[in-house]
Structures are given as C-alpha cells and as structure tokens.
T-cell receptor, first 114, second 109 residues
Framework: IAGITQAPTSQILAAGRRMTLRCTQD?????MYWYRQDLGLGLRLIHY???????GKGEVPDGYSVSRANTDDFPLTLASAVPSQTSVYFC?????????????FGPGTRLTVL | GQNIDQPTEMTATEGAIVQINCTYQ??????LFWYQQHAGEAPTFLSY??LDGLEEKGRFSSFLSRSKGYSYLLLKELQMKDSASYLC??????????WGAGTKLIIKP
C-alpha cells in the first residue's frame, strides 16, 4: 500500500451500535488526524495524535474515541452511534505534527447512522 | 472565535481566470493552506503561504496578506478538470487547521 487507507469505504449502522473506523498509513508520518465533513460545513477535527502513544481532542470529540498504539494505525471508535454522527470521515497524516507541515488525506468513510 | 469565510459557489468559463477569496480570523496564525477536493474524493494539497505575497505554482497561484487576514487562490487557463471544491484552511497558534466550508467551482465550456 502507498499513502493512507481507510476501511470501510461506507457503512450503514443502526443507532446505539458500536463502530470502529480504521485508518492505516505507510508513510511513517508522526501525526495523524480524524475529521468529519458535513454538507455546508468545513472539515472539523475530531481527534488527533502528534506521535505514537499520544492523542488529543479536537473541535468535536464527544461520542468518539481514538488510540495510537503504533505509528501506522489510528482507529476511530463510536461507542454508541447516533444519527448526528452521519457524515463522511477522513483520516489524515502529516510528517511532523505540531508544525507547519502538509496533511495528506485518506479516501474517506461514508457513515450513515439510522 | 475562529472563522474562515469563502464563497459557497463560483462559475467560470473554460480557458478563463478565476480568483477564489478567503478571509480568516484565528487565535494566532501559522500559515494558510489551499486544498482541492473533487466530488466524492479526498482533499489534496495545493498550496501553503505563511509570508505575505504571491506564490506561483504552474496554473495555480496563492496570495496572502497577514495584516488583512486575507488570501486568494488564482486559477489560470481553466480546464474542465478544475471543476471541484477549493478549501481554505488557516493554521492557528496550536498548529491546528481551521477549515472553511469550501468553494464549489463550476467550469462551463
């Protein structure tokens, strides 16, 4: 693989179910990010990680959790999905984190919560 | 609060020039990014400005005025493939990106 991969590509989920969105990068980037993108709104940061073993909260963290056990993987978990979490989710990574470096995005996961 | 403003939609003709404006208000400032996003795809990096002035990269140029909190993306010799959304993002004092809602650019033959 080259770059960032996300899985699944799309998912329809019943409210109240638990769901983990997967993100893997092979660029050895230190920093990784999770965004959601909703129509008419800009990308909003959910959680981020500047390096393996550390995570931080973004603008809209409620209802989501993340972990960063290693450099490559950064899964996003919805503990109990609600309809307002219907969105397109993008994972991104950047070489350094905490600096003016460019973020590179995965292809996205389209999630619908009914 | 932090805010990024850019037009919702613009229309231009193939072969012409279009300027997409962006104004920003952030807690601290560490640079301004422009990304391109085709429908149903991921955003891809176009340009980065941290100093005042114009940065040219082929058909695309980006301008920044820090004192005015203003940037623009200039696209020359428009092609049909340039039909996409263009996202403006300012980096705040914590190096987090604050994103605009994007400008949908429609190119007509």
């Amino acid at each position: 693989i080259a770059g960032i991969t996300q899985a699944p590509t799309s998912q329809i989920l019943a409210a109240g179910r638990r769901m983990t969105l997967r993100c893997t990068q092979d660029m050895r980037h230190n920093a990784m990010y999770w965004y959601r993108q909703d129509l008419g709104l800009g990308l909003r940061l959910i959680h981020y990680s500047n390096t393996a073993g550390t995570t931080g909260k973004g603008e809209v963290p409620d209802g989501y959790s993340v972990s960063r056990a290693n450099t490559d993987d950064f899964p996003l978990t919805l503990a109990s999905a609600v309809p307002s979490q219907t969105s397109v989710y993008f994972c991104a990574s950047s070489p350094a984190g905490g600096g003016t470096d460019t973020q590179y995005f995965g292809p996205g996961t389209r999630l619908t919560v009914l | 609060g932090q805010n990024i403003d850019q037009p919702t939609e613009m229309t231009a003709t193939e072969g012409a020039i279009v300027q997409i404006n962006c104004t920003y208000q952030t807690s601290g400032f560490n640079g301004l990014f422009w990304y391109q996003q085709h429908a149903g795809e991921a955003p891809t990096f176009l340009s980065y400005n941290v100093l005042d002035g114009l940065e040219e990269k082929g058909r695309f140029s980006s301008f920044l005025s820090r004192s005015k909190g203003y940037s623009y993306l200039l696209l020359k010799e428009l092609q049909m493939k340039d039909s996409a959304s263009y996202l403006c993002a300012a980096q705040d004092s914590n190096y987090q990106l604050i994103w605009g809602a994007g400008t949908k650019l429609i190119i007509k033959p």
